[in-house]
């Protein structure tokens, strides 16, 4: 199993990266429209998610719930056809319950932590090298705590580099190096392949992010019939890592949950300024951690497969 930092870098290589590859969602093909303006032009897109997972049995008693809801906003201007920047802001809740005494502790008062918030800044510089390659850079900082945690101590930060090369309008794959630092942790460099890839009429396989605006992201098979619907049946990774509050158990401590949902889903694009996403997931591997204010490991357990529901709604301006 992956060092809870290696998860975190796959994570914010996934942010930084998501939205502004966006035109790698669309179209029978990879190639992003061709940017003609001659004058800087601004555009904004925004995002509400929310997802349900019920009843995952815990490794020993108990069980647990989760429910999330989040809302994202990017806005990118294009200086010229070969210059853009991107600043986003996102922010999600994330309500932990476990249900009876746990293996974390026998009390049932003295849960490992309940409801979580998340804020993200970012900011991307792209430019076209050439008609076929574009070079980016990027950074993100985030905090995520439990209401009444410490959030001075909730702080992760990053930078990512790389490139994406279109290899035929068919084709492009690119590398992004992310280096970063979490919570209680050393700084890691993590490497993360790109690619989006049409290989037949219809037919395409891409590597997302996870949480992206179409389902959970991930490693995805994707079917266009035409017109206005995609389908999509894809596996992901994910991780999220926390500051939680004092408690009896992991005073300030740290919170980690890593599962991978498989999945199937669809996208409806009810306009050319708005889509739709809903997905449905069994969601496997899944665990959660508690260590304590150094990091250290106090209490881990896994959890059954459990079934999971996930919707967003995107729009741009």
Same mark, same amino acid.
């Given at each position: 199993?992956?060092?809870?930092?290696? /998860?975190?870098? &796959?994570?914010?290589?996934?942010?930084?990266?998501? =939205?502004?590859?966006?035109?790698?969602?669309?179209?029978?093909?990879?190639?992003?429209?061709?940017?003609?303006?001659?004058?800087?032009?601004?555009?904004? /897109?925004?995002?509400?998610? +929310?997802?349900?997972?019920?009843? *995952? #049995?815990?490794?020993?008693?108990? !069980?647990?719930?989760?429910?999330?809801?989040?809302?994202?906003?990017?806005?990118? #201007?294009?200086? @010229?056809? %070969?210059?853009?920047?991107?600043?986003?802001?996102?922010?999600?809740?994330?309500?932990?319950?476990?249900? +009876?005494?746990? #293996?974390?502790?026998?009390?049932?008062?003295?849960?490992?932590?309940?409801?979580?918030?998340?804020?993200?800044?970012? *900011?991307?510089? !792209?430019?076209?090298?050439?008609?076929?390659?574009?070079?980016?850079?990027?950074?993100?900082?985030?905090?995520?705590?439990?209401? @009444?945690?410490?959030?001075?101590?909730?702080?992760?930060?990053?930078?990512?580099?790389?490139?994406?090369?279109?290899? %035929? =309008?068919?084709?492009?794959?690119?590398? %992004?190096?992310?280096?970063?630092?979490? &919570?209680?942790?050393?700084?890691?460099?993590?490497? &993360?392949?790109?690619?989006?890839?049409?290989?037949?009429? %219809?037919?395409?396989? /891409?590597?997302?992010? =996870? @949480?992206?605006?179409?389902?959970?992201?991930?490693?995805?098979?994707?079917?266009?019939?035409?017109?206005?619907?995609?389908?999509?049946?894809?596996?992901?990774?994910?991780?999220? /890592?926390?500051?939680?509050?004092?408690?009896?158990?992991?005073?300030?401590?740290?919170? !980690?949950?890593?599962?991978?949902?498989?999945?199937?889903?669809?996208?409806?694009?009810?306009?050319? #300024? &708005?889509?739709?996403?809903?997905?449905?997931?069994?969601?496997?591997?899944?665990?959660?951690?508690?260590?304590?204010?150094?990091?250290?490991?106090?209490? !881990?357990?896994?959890?059954?497969?459990?079934?999971?529901?996930?919707?967003?709604?995107?729009?741009?301006?």
């Amino acid at each position: 199993m992956l060092h809870p930092v290696h /998860r975190f870098g &796959m994570y914010l290589t996934a942010v930084l990266l998501l =939205p502004h590859w966006a035109f790698a969602q669309s179209g029978p093909g990879v190639t992003p429209p061709i940017r003609t303006e001659a004058a800087p032009t601004m555009t904004w /897109r925004a995002r509400a998610t +929310g997802e349900w997972m019920d009843g *995952a #049995k815990l490794d020993g008693p108990g !069980e647990l719930d989760v429910a999330r809801a989040g809302a994202d906003v990017w806005a990118t #201007k294009t200086w @010229n056809t %070969n210059l853009r920047t991107t600043f986003g802001l996102g922010v999600e809740g994330i309500d932990f319950s476990f249900h +009876g005494p746990t #293996k974390f502790h026998p009390v049932v008062r003295d849960l490992p932590w309940e409801t979580v918030g998340t804020i993200d800044a970012s *900011a991307l510089l !792209e430019y076209d090298w050439s008609a076929d390659t574009t070079l980016f850079a990027g950074a993100l900082a985030g905090l995520a705590a439990e209401g @009444n945690a410490d959030w001075s101590h909730a702080f992760n930060w990053g930078l990512s580099f790389g490139a994406a090369y279109r290899v %035929n =309008p068919d084709l492009m794959v690119g590398i %992004n190096l992310t280096l970063f630092q979490g &919570m209680e942790d050393s700084i890691f460099v993590v490497p &993360m392949p790109i690619f989006n890839w049409a290989f037949a009429e %219809n037919w395409s396989a /891409r590597l997302t992010g =996870p @949480n992206s605006i179409d389902t959970f992201g991930g490693l995805q098979l994707v079917y266009r019939p035409g017109g206005s619907w995609e389908f999509l049946a894809g596996v992901a990774y994910r991780y999220e /890592r926390f500051r939680v509050a004092d408690s009896t158990i992991g005073p300030d401590g740290i919170g !980690e949950m890593s599962d991978t949902p498989i999945y199937i889903g669809a996208n409806w694009t009810i306009t050319d #300024k &708005m889509q739709f996403s809903a997905a449905l997931a069994l969601v496997t591997f899944g665990e959660v951690v508690l260590s304590d204010d150094d990091g250290d490991t106090i209490t !881990e357990a896994d959890f059954s497969p459990a079934l999971a529901i996930r919707a967003a709604l995107r729009v741009s301006f």
